[in-house]
């Protein structure tokens, strides 16, 4: 039974940490045409692991309604793929997409199965964060060059008192803002009734918002912005202000707004103005354009996508699309569109369903800490290309295996 104790946690701490190198071309080798990283591997020795532990213990591979739903809509997802290989210029592209998604949905079963009771549900949010935060210190440490060496994207700076612009351990910014906001769901809830002792609370949150300002990524800030105000509202709408730490933390989230309101407001001047005296384009025009041909791609071709990696062949810039939900349609069509939206929107809409129902506060801050984390993953993939990145699939698992929890079911049950 000890073992078994140790054994969860630590799978937990290993699959997150393979989080962070799953964006990482270095971390990988290539078999056939297929490039293959060592997350990849490891993610899949843990599954393998994970099934030989149930089938050693006699364990039940069962699946209630909302998994097996999910994994219908990951199969939309596939079939769809695997249609768009046959009108598609680049089959063999398709082909990895389609080991892309089983790879989605082995993470999402993780992230289901691993957390299965309020415990481990407390131990991974611990992890999540813990390691998101030591991925925004690395970042301001590397932005205000106290760290001068190569962990990821170093760019020229934007901010004067800033050296460097510096995202870390991630070479994506999708993904460290979606790893961000995910942290920032889960802070901001704990620090109401504190996950960690309250003054390492307070200590993560000003970390993490730390690294959100070095990013400079204006997709990030209007992310974090949008977020906190989404939390203001819940916890006026919902009364939690009455909570500990209540008051206290709405101060915080409001100050935290100011902040980045007035960053993003002066961010977007410097760039108007660098772009009227044309020293350099705006990312955000070069973006816009790609949307407008991304739509244009759709009404063309609404049920059959283009296939993998197409749009950057034909994009003017030769880049792919800013934007993952345009991305999926483009790529896999109407039915890959529909099966991907799905598995982001049915644990969310159950989350507001089973929040309004809920009696227990502390099951209810769970529910606080997914619905902003989903917000916020979802707008942040209006600015990037995030499917690939895999933390975004086993959060949707835990959000999906928190609403199967006997205590929150029984608390639904009862209240309803």
Not at 1 to 11: A, H, N, S
Request: net charge positive; proline share 2%.
């Amino acid at each position: 039974m000890r073992l078994t104790g140790i054994f969860k946690p630590m799978l937990l701490l290993v699959i997150v940490i393979c989080f962070i190198f799953n964006s990482k071309e270095s971390y990988s080798f290539v078999i056939g045409g297929l490039t293959i990283t060592y997350d990849d591997i490891v993610i899949f020795i843990i599954f393998l692991l994970v099934i030989l532990q149930k089938l050693l213990k006699g364990g039940k591979f069962g699946c209630d309604n909302t998994l097996c739903i999910n994994f219908i809509f990951f199969g939309l997802i596939m079939v769809s793929t695997l249609l768009t290989m046959f009108v598609s210029n680049n089959p063999f592209g398709d082909i990895k997409q389609i080991i892309s998604i089983f790879e989605y949905a082995i993470v999402f079963w993780l992230g289901y199965t691993l957390n299965l009771d309020l415990k481990s549900q407390e131990i991974s949010f611990k992890i999540i964060t813990l390691v998101g935060s030591f991925i925004a210190l690395t970042s301001i440490l590397l932005a205000t060059g106290f760290l001068d060496i190569h962990l990821g994207d170093v760019r020229a700076p934007r901010v004067s008192i800033l050296k460097y612009r510096a995202i870390g351990w991630l070479e994506i910014y999708g993904s460290f803002g979606v790893w961000m906001q995910i942290c920032l769901g889960i802070i901001l809830a704990s620090l109401m009734q504190p996950l960690f002792k309250k003054a390492y609370n307070y200590i993560i949150l000003l970390v993490l918002l730390s690294g959100v300002f070095v990013s400079q990524s204006r997709a990030t800030w209007l992310t974090t912005f949008l977020v906190l105000s989404v939390f203001l509202i819940m916890l006026l709408y919902f009364k939690l202000r009455k909570l500990k730490f209540g008051a206290l933390i709405g101060g915080i989230a409001s100050i935290g707004i100011v902040v980045v309101v007035y960053l993003s407001f002066w961010q977007f001047i410097l760039d108007l103005f660098e772009y009227l005296i044309k020293i350099k384009p705006l990312s955000y025009v070069s973006r816009l354009n790609q949307y407008v041909l991304a739509i244009s791609i759709i009404k063309d071709q609404p049920l059959l996508g283009l296939g993998a990696d197409v749009f950057s062949q034909i994009s003017a810039d030769g880049s792919v699309l800013h934007n993952t939900f345009l991305d999926i349609y483009v790529r896999s069509g109407l039915i890959g569109f529909v099966g991907y939206v799905s598995i982001w929107m049915l644990p969310f809409f159950a989350l507001i369903r089973t929040m309004v129902k809920l009696k227990d506060t502390r099951y209810k801050l769970f529910c606080v800490a997914y619905l902003i984390g989903i917000i916020g993953m979802c707008i942040q993939s209006q600015f990037y290309l995030a499917d690939g990145f895999l933390l975004i699939w086993f959060f949707l698992g835990m959000a999906t295996a928190f609403m199967s929890l006997q205590g929150v079911r029984k608390d639904v049950y009862l209240n309803a």
